[in-house]
């Protein structure tokens, strides 16, 4: 179990935000916004040797803002060349040139599904484009029913297909890595979800898994390395000292790696 570091960019700027608020039209729920630019957290990370972290770009790829973001990402990037994966947008179109600008993984959702259902000609030739062992697939999910499924355009939209045990199977052909947020209680600080982490800690595959979502003091950390069997990576966003919570990033450093 190591800690992943993250830097959410949101108009151009590092954020933490209530996942689940995040919206086209009203914008989203702010936890904190940062007076330092993503450089400060690149420089960071790598002064910390905390290498597979994500960045992640939340604007509308067809947005004058999310330009930005990407001009933001690529300060922290250019500070710790390959010790970041970078997801938010990514297609066929632009992977490559995120791979240019440093990033050592592209991490790819929505590009991926189509009404609701994965579609595997696209998700081949990403592969095909830049190599399974730069791909990290994002199955983060929200819970329906009695059900997890996957969701995608910035979580807005449910698709038809459970992350479960098969789910993971199927798909680790095409990936290196999996990150997994869990909607429902990303950016609340209010505790983890403990019945998607059950479902992630007893998958028998031996792809990387990285959970995000509700972390909220060192409690939660220690559920998640007994849920997960210990080979769950962890991220923690608006809990963390360095976006304004209570969670000393030193500590967490320790206690983690």
């Not at 690149?42 to 770009?57: D, K, Q």
């Not at 790829?61 to 500070?79: L, P």
């Not at 179109?93 to 991490?107: D, F, M, P």
């Not at 399974?132 to 994002?138: M, S």
Request: aromatic letters at 10%.
């Amino acid at each position: 179990m190591k800690f992943r570091p993250c830097i959410d960019i949101h108009d151009g700027k590092v954020k933490q935000i209530v996942g689940g608020s995040l919206d086209d039209i009203t914008g989203a729920d702010e936890n904190f916004v940062s007076e330092h630019d993503a450089s400060f957290y690149g420089r960071l990370y790598r002064s910390c040797n905390l290498p597979g972290g994500h960045i992640i770009l939340l604007n509308r790829s067809d947005s004058k803002e999310y330009r930005e973001d990407i001009r933001e990402a690529s300060k922290a990037m250019k500070e710790y060349p390959g010790g970041f994966m970078i997801g938010g947008g990514v297609n066929t179109e632009n992977a490559e040139e995120y791979i240019k600008l440093g990033a050592s993984h592209v991490i790819v959702t929505s590009f991926v599904f189509r009404d609701g259902m994965i579609d595997y000609d696209r998700l081949k030739s990403l592969v095909k484009l830049v190599g399974k062992e730069h791909l990290v697939l994002d199955l983060s999910c929200r819970k329906k029913g009695e059900d997890y499924y996957i969701v995608t355009d910035r979580w807005q939209k449910f698709t038809d297909m459970k992350l479960d045990h098969e789910t993971l199977t199927t798909l680790s052909e095409y990936a290196d890595e999996y990150l997994i947020h869990a909607v429902d209680v990303e950016g609340k600080k209010s505790g983890i979800d403990s019945e998607l982490i059950k479902i992630l800690g007893s998958w028998e595959g031996n792809l990387p898994i990285t959970y995000a979502g509700g972390v909220s003091n060192f409690e939660d950390l220690e559920l998640i390395k007994k849920l997960g069997n210990e080979k769950i990576d962890v991220t923690i966003g608006s809990a963390l000292s360095i976006f304004g919570g209570e969670m000393d990033f030193q500590e967490v450093i320790k206690y983690l790696n």
